[in-house]
């Protein structure tokens, strides 16, 4: 008979359940738990303080989101990352919010069009001062708003690939925490530019170009040589006509 009466261990089934997988999809996605890494049910309830119980509904439901591979000794390996799966989130990405920008662009009120504008401040701001962890509050604030007119379903996928795009964001000094963050605004600028016109296409354009770039800046470090052809072919649907360049640089196109 368990003698534990830790708060966790008496808290009633599923009470903590939400609280424990938001704890441990943000030290995965963070890497405060490196990619591949084995270890177990017991070990992680120490890690975030809670019963196995919710931590085993937890684990399942980061299963179902591909964040970890569970054994059937209880082990838990945390989801490896790698090029091939980079690019996998990119081309869904490209895929559903290529469409999402399309529809949305073309609805978006005055004061959306003026809110996109402060959102770029607040981005410009924080990228200047290197304030990364301020920055990703607006910036995904600016691309939840181009999307806004998908439906919820669309939203929630939407959602979720930039969380997993995270991972690599803060793995990857090229892309975190490098010098180019006036092409990275710049990139943003021809978004909005583009969504203050009522352009859709451009403003899809200017979406997958910024995608691609941040693949290009990532492959460059991890995988040099590596070619991402699903996400090109991707992209030529959503942005015809659209450049890539083996390089980490920004993008040039002729649209």
């Known amino acids: 008979m368990s003698t534990d009466t ?6 009633p089934f599923g009470y903590n359940v939400p609280v424990v997988y938001e704890k ?28 196995r119980t919710p931590v085993r ?6 299963q179902n989101e591909g964040l970890v591979v569970l054994s059937a000794n209880r082990r838990v390996r945390i ?9 996998g989130l990119q081309v869904m990405r490209v895929m559903l919010e290529g469409a999402a920008v399309r529809h949305t662009v073309p609805r978006l009120l005055r004061e ?19 304030d990364f962890e301020r920055h990703e509050i607006p910036h995904r604030a600016f691309h939840r708003l181009l999307v806004s007119r998908a439906t919820e379903t669309e939203l929630r996928s939407i959602s979720t690939l930039y969380d997993h795009m995270i991972r690599y964001r803060k793995m990857n000094a090229a892309v975190e925490d490098s010098d180019d963050y006036r092409v990275r605004l710049a990139e943003h600028r021809a978004i909005a530019d583009a969504a203050r016109l ?17 693949v290009n800046a990532v492959v460059a470090d991890i995988s040099p040589g590596y070619v991402p052809e699903r996400l090109l072919i991707a992209s030529q649907l959503v942005a015809p006509g659209l ?3 083996p390089d980490a640089g920004p993008l040039i196109s002729e649209h």
């Open 6 to 11: 830790s708060p966790a261990a008496t808290e």
């Open 24 to 51: 441990l999809r943000s030290m995965i996605l963070e890497g405060g738990i490196a990619p591949g890494k084995v270890t177990s049910q017991s070990e992680l309830s120490s890690l975030v303080s809670a019963s």
């Open 57 to 62: 509904e937890a684990l399942r439901m980061l």
């Open 79 to 87: 989801a490896d990352t790698s090029v091939e799966e980079l690019e």
């Open 112 to 130: 959306e069009l003026a809110q996109l504008e402060g959102l770029l401040a607040q981005m410009e701001d924080y990228l200047q001062d290197r």
């Open 198 to 214: 009522g352009d859709a296409s451009a403003a899809a354009f200017a979406l997958v170009g910024h995608y691609l770039r941040t």
């Open 243 to 245: 450049d890539w360049s």
